[in-house]
């Protein structure tokens, strides 16, 4: 189930990868997916160095995707100077077959996979054997039970359960969030300031770039061609969004940013809304506007998911770090809720109707908490 790396370890191999080897390897029947975001997909090439040569089964958005990000990680890793474990020739063995949502049979085992509206295709899956009626595990990849945009399918009582709880040391309130947002939006227009969002492509970006243009349309709105994109096809894929979404219309004032000159244009205007990529800040384009930004102290830029170890997103929120550097800008973050918070994660366990549980995504001390709330919930009735 997925094989990714911690992008808050890649000073030391030992940590961001893994624990593999070649015996373990050798006894894979199956490499199933989740979705395509690095931490659930970019050490897949070393699964094919320990001698796998078997197929990894995913949705057909989170094939497509996967090689980009797997490539992605490789660059960072090389422009890092850091130790990859795999090579390219590794990573060009990788083998991939599409699954569709629903029940397959794959080498004798019996897959439920189901939207976990995490992103467009991004799946949870339960496992049984063919001639039982019983589920045996479930894994929830990264899974979002409130995302405004996508939908999720609800999972089978399972004997056990490997549950994401990135969210778990706390209980999110997703529409106060969005309070928190639209005040700091309408704060910084007010202030003829510049509000920088650094996004992921897909997933979060679609979600903010749609937030930001049907409810600010008085705001500029510039987005990266690419996040820009990734909305459009997400609003082309009916299957994988609930019912209520906004038409592709509302994207038609945003001001999309193709070239270098484009960027520049659009960090000389007096003020407005910029979404750029990536979420913790390494991208090229979300790097200029830092640059361009950082000295005013009317500007702000907003963190809005995790901020891994090292990373530019997580240095800017250390006061330190702004102080030392001359950084005047405003730095706030605000999590939007695209994982299981501990309330999700209480609840899913009596869909689930199991005690059996392993968090994972979350510190060990949060994970320890979690399995006291979960053996604490009422017993489970039949």
Known sequence: ???????????????????????????????????????????????YRLGYRGV???????????????????NYIK??????PYDEEDARLLRFSQLEPGISNINGIKVLAGR??????????????????????????DMCLSSPL?????????????????????TIDIQAQYIRLEGMIQDTWNNQGHLLMPVPASGRGSDLLLYCAQGFSHIPLWAEEKIHQ????????????RKDIPSAQVLASVHVVRTDAQREAAANQPAGIYLATDGMLTGKASQYYISRFSENARDT???TGHAATGTPAQKLLEEEYRRSNKIRMNVSRLVIKVHLDTTDVLWLCDVLKTRNVMPFHA?????????EQIAALPAIRA
Request: aromatic letters at 6%; hydrophobic letters at 45%.
């Open 301 to 303: 830029v907003l963190i």
């Open 363 to 371: 510190r060990e001390e949060t994970c320890a908490k979690l399995r």
């Open 230 to 241: 990734r909305c459009l096809e997400l609003l082309s894929q009916a299957n994988w969004l």
């Open 56 to 74: 990894i089964y995913a949705s057909i958005e989170t094939l497509s995707l996967a090689p980009e990000m797997i490539q992605k990680w490789m």
């Open 79 to 84: 422009d890092q100077k850091g130790i990859l």
């Open 116 to 141: 976990s509206g995490h992103t467009v295709g991004s799946l949870w899956f339960a496992l049984g054997q063919e001639d039982a009626a019983d589920w045996q595990l479930f894994y929830s990849g």
């Open 1 to 47: 189930m997925d094989c990714g790396v911690r992008r808050d370890a890649t000073a030391s191999p030992q940590k961001a990868y893994p624990s593999l080897d070649q015996k373990l390897v050798s006894r894979l029947d199956a490499v199933f997916l989740s979705h395509a975001h690095e931490d659930h997909c970019a050490a897949l090439p070393l699964l």
């Open 150 to 170: 996508l939908a999720h399918d609800l999972p089978p009582p399972c004997q056990a359960a490997v549950i994401d709880s990135a969210n778990a040391d706390q």
